[in-house]
Protein backbone atom coordinates (compact mmCIF):
# COMPACT_ATOMS: atom_id res chain seq x y z
CA UNK A 1 0.00 0.00 0.00
CA UNK A 2 0.91 3.41 -0.83
CA UNK A 3 0.51 6.78 0.62
CA UNK A 4 0.64 9.62 -0.81
CA UNK A 5 0.29 13.28 0.68
CA UNK A 6 0.05 16.76 -0.55
CA UNK A 7 1.17 20.03 0.80
CA UNK A 8 1.90 23.92 0.24
CA UNK A 9 -1.45 24.74 -1.39
CA UNK A 10 -2.77 28.11 -0.16
CA UNK A 11 -3.86 31.97 -1.47
CA UNK A 12 -2.21 33.04 -4.09
CA UNK A 13 -3.12 36.44 -5.85
CA UNK A 14 -3.23 36.16 -10.06
CA UNK A 15 0.51 36.05 -11.63
CA UNK A 16 1.79 34.92 -8.34
CA UNK A 17 3.64 31.38 -7.64
CA UNK A 18 3.42 28.37 -5.64
CA UNK A 19 4.95 25.03 -5.09
CA UNK A 20 3.09 22.19 -4.27
CA UNK A 21 5.09 18.67 -2.69
CA UNK A 22 3.83 15.39 -2.75
CA UNK A 23 5.23 13.03 -0.54
CA UNK A 24 4.91 9.22 -1.34
CA UNK A 25 5.71 5.94 1.04
CA UNK A 26 7.54 3.02 -0.36
CA UNK A 27 10.85 2.07 -0.73
CA UNK A 28 10.41 1.87 -4.22
CA UNK A 29 9.32 5.35 -5.14
CA UNK A 30 12.14 6.06 -8.14
CA UNK A 31 10.08 3.68 -10.00
CA UNK A 32 6.55 4.83 -9.62
CA UNK A 33 5.05 7.35 -12.41
CA UNK A 34 3.75 10.42 -10.18
CA UNK A 35 0.93 12.87 -11.63
CA UNK A 36 -0.78 15.87 -10.74
CA UNK A 37 -4.73 16.33 -10.85
CA UNK A 38 -7.23 18.73 -10.03
CA UNK A 39 -10.89 19.35 -9.76
CA UNK A 40 -12.11 22.52 -9.60
CA UNK A 41 -16.33 23.13 -8.08
CA UNK A 42 -18.74 21.99 -10.10
CA UNK A 43 -16.14 20.28 -12.81
CA UNK A 44 -14.90 16.91 -13.44
CA UNK A 45 -10.72 15.96 -12.32
CA UNK A 46 -8.49 16.70 -14.47
CA UNK A 47 -4.90 16.11 -15.40
CA UNK A 48 -2.26 18.48 -14.35
CA UNK A 49 1.14 16.91 -15.12
CA UNK A 50 2.54 13.66 -15.13
CA UNK A 51 6.82 12.52 -14.50
CA UNK A 52 7.97 8.78 -15.33
CA UNK A 53 10.37 7.43 -13.01
CA UNK A 54 13.33 8.16 -15.33
CA UNK A 55 11.88 11.86 -15.59
CA UNK A 56 9.92 12.34 -18.48
CA UNK A 57 7.30 14.82 -18.51
CA UNK A 58 3.94 15.32 -19.87
CA UNK A 59 1.48 18.47 -19.37
CA UNK A 60 -2.18 19.38 -19.95
CA UNK A 61 -2.37 22.00 -22.63
CA UNK A 62 -3.89 24.71 -20.14
CA UNK A 63 -0.72 24.78 -17.77
CA UNK A 64 2.02 24.31 -20.45
CA UNK A 65 4.76 26.61 -19.92
CA UNK A 66 3.71 27.79 -16.80
CA UNK A 67 4.02 24.92 -14.43
CA UNK A 68 6.46 22.64 -13.99
CA UNK A 69 6.55 18.92 -12.53
CA UNK A 70 9.57 17.26 -11.17
CA UNK A 71 10.61 14.73 -8.56
CA UNK A 72 13.93 13.69 -6.02
CA UNK A 73 13.45 10.27 -5.00
CA UNK A 74 16.06 10.74 -2.32
CA UNK A 75 13.55 12.29 -0.68
CA UNK A 76 9.94 10.48 -2.03
CA UNK A 77 8.91 13.51 -3.03
CA UNK A 78 7.86 14.88 -6.28
CA UNK A 79 6.60 18.71 -6.75
CA UNK A 80 4.45 20.92 -9.29
CA UNK A 81 6.40 24.58 -9.52
CA UNK A 82 3.23 26.78 -10.61
CA UNK A 83 3.82 30.20 -12.28
CA UNK A 84 1.54 32.82 -13.48
CA UNK A 85 -1.27 32.00 -11.66
CA UNK A 86 -4.28 32.41 -13.31
CA UNK A 87 -8.10 32.47 -11.21
CA UNK A 88 -8.81 29.36 -13.47
CA UNK A 89 -6.21 27.55 -11.99
CA UNK A 90 -8.18 27.62 -8.75
CA UNK A 91 -9.24 23.92 -7.58
CA UNK A 92 -8.01 21.41 -5.15
CA UNK A 93 -4.71 20.03 -6.49
CA UNK A 94 -4.40 15.68 -6.22
CA UNK A 95 -1.18 13.56 -6.28
CA UNK A 96 -1.79 10.15 -7.48
CA UNK A 97 1.05 7.56 -7.52
CA UNK A 98 1.28 4.53 -9.93
CA UNK A 99 3.29 1.76 -9.07
CA UNK A 100 2.77 -1.24 -12.25
CA UNK A 101 5.34 -0.76 -14.76
CA UNK A 102 4.48 1.92 -17.70
CA UNK A 103 4.62 0.18 -21.21
CA UNK A 104 4.65 3.42 -23.22
CA UNK A 105 4.93 7.15 -23.37
CA UNK A 106 4.40 9.34 -20.40
CA UNK A 107 2.06 10.93 -22.45
CA UNK A 108 -0.50 7.96 -22.04
CA UNK A 109 -0.61 7.95 -18.48
CA UNK A 110 -2.99 11.47 -18.46
CA UNK A 111 -6.07 9.50 -17.02
CA UNK A 112 -7.15 9.20 -13.41
CA UNK A 113 -7.57 5.09 -14.55
CA UNK A 114 -3.95 4.65 -14.91
CA UNK A 115 -2.96 6.09 -11.12
CA UNK A 116 -4.23 3.93 -8.17
CA UNK A 117 -3.51 5.81 -5.31
CA UNK A 118 -4.17 9.31 -4.52
CA UNK A 119 -4.23 11.89 -1.65
CA UNK A 120 -6.79 14.16 -0.18
CA UNK A 121 -5.77 17.29 -2.08
CA UNK A 122 -4.58 20.63 -1.35
CA UNK A 123 -6.72 23.67 -1.91
CA UNK A 124 -5.10 26.48 -4.33
CA UNK A 125 -7.26 29.43 -4.61
CA UNK A 126 -6.01 32.25 -7.07
CA UNK A 127 -7.51 35.42 -6.39
CA UNK A 128 -7.12 39.10 -5.87
Known amino acids: QVQVVESGGGLVQPGGSLRLSCAASGRTFSTYTMGWFRQAPGREREFVAAISWSGGTNYADSVKARFTISRDNAKNTMYLQMNSLKPEDTAVYYC??????????????????????WGQGTQVTVSS
Open 96 to 117: AARTRPTLSSISDYSHQRDYAY
